[in-house]
Nanobody, 123 residues
Framework: QVQLVESGGGLVQAGDSLRLSCEASGRTFSRYTMAWFRQAPGKERAFVSRVNWNTGNTYYADSVKGRFTMARDSAKNTVVLQMNSLKPEDTAVYYC????????????????WGQGTQVTVSS
């Protein structure tokens, strides 16, 4: 059973940086895709970024491209999301997700989720 635990959320000002972490356990993740999603109040959960655990290849939503960087640390079984130049519209609960043997961007395609971590960006 895959377990995902996010950490690193908080309250920051616009323009600041924040680093989220997701510790993964319960499986060997070499054939997994790990992703970050976010859900703002009153909105649907939306794709942010993903990484292929085996290759390290990443893909980002247009809204975060150039500001966010996702990476995996195989030795620590952890994925991180470095968020720079944060904007108030980045305010959301951020979720880590995992999917075996696929490289999707849709929420429905991921079957393992963390509990989420709140990111709030003030203007």
């Amino acid at each position: 059973q895959v377990q995902l635990v996010e950490s690193g959320g908080g309250l920051v000002q616009a323009g600041d940086s924040l680093r989220l972490s997701c510790e993964a356990s319960g499986r060997t993740f070499s054939r997994y895709t790990m992703a970050w999603f976010r859900q703002a109040p009153g909105k649907e959960r939306a794709f942010v970024s993903r990484v292929n655990w085996n290759t390290g290849n990443t893909y980002y939503a247009d809204s975060v491209k150039g500001r966010f960087t996702m990476a995996r640390d195989s030795a620590k079984n952890t994925v991180v999301l470095q968020m720079n130049s944060l904007k108030p519209e980045d305010t959301a609960v951020y979720y880590c997700a995992a999917r075996y043997m696929a490289v999707p961007t849709s929420t429905e395609a991921y079957n393992s989720w963390g509990q989420g971590t709140q990111v709030t960006v003030s203007s």
